[in-house]
């Protein structure tokens, strides 16, 4: 059975910084390109940011471009974002995906899912 379990959410102030972690077990991390969303009540989920299989190409959305960096560790089936002077805007929940096809990661239809964490930017 394949699980991604997020962590690292929570609540913080304009400026501060978080790292989110999401492991995977069940499947073959290493063959799996990975991506984080996030969603807001009542908006359409959107990708923040995606890493492919190697580490080696990464791709971010315009808004977070140069504040949220994604990295993983096949090592330890693990990937990575961590975000940095975060804004009131960035608060969602956020959905770390696996996906082997890049094209249909990056549209949303990914093979699996994690349960999402909550983060909160007050300002």
């Known amino acids: 059975q394949v699980q991604l379990v997020e962590s690292g959410g929570g609540l913080v102030q304009a400026g501060d910084s978080l790292r989110l972690s999401c492991e995977a077990s069940?499947?073959?991390?290493?063959?799996?390109?990975m991506a984080w969303f996030r969603q807001v009540p009542g908006k359409e989920r959107e990708i923040v940011a995606a890493i492919d299989w190697s580490g080696v190409h990464t791709q971010y959305e315009v808004s977070v471009n140069g504040r949220f960096f994604i990295s993983r560790d096949n090592g330890k089936n693990t990937v990575y974002l961590q975000m940095n002077s975060l804004k009131p805007e960035d608060t969602a929940v956020y959905y770390c995906?696996?996906?082997?096809?890049?094209?249909?990661?990056?549209?949303?239809?990914?093979?699996?899912w994690g349960q999402g964490t909550q983060v909160s930017v007050s300002s």
């Open positions: 995906a696996a996906e082997s096809n890049w094209g249909q990661m990056v549209a949303g239809v990914n093979d699996y």
């Open positions: 069940g499947l073959s991390f290493s063959d799996y390109n």
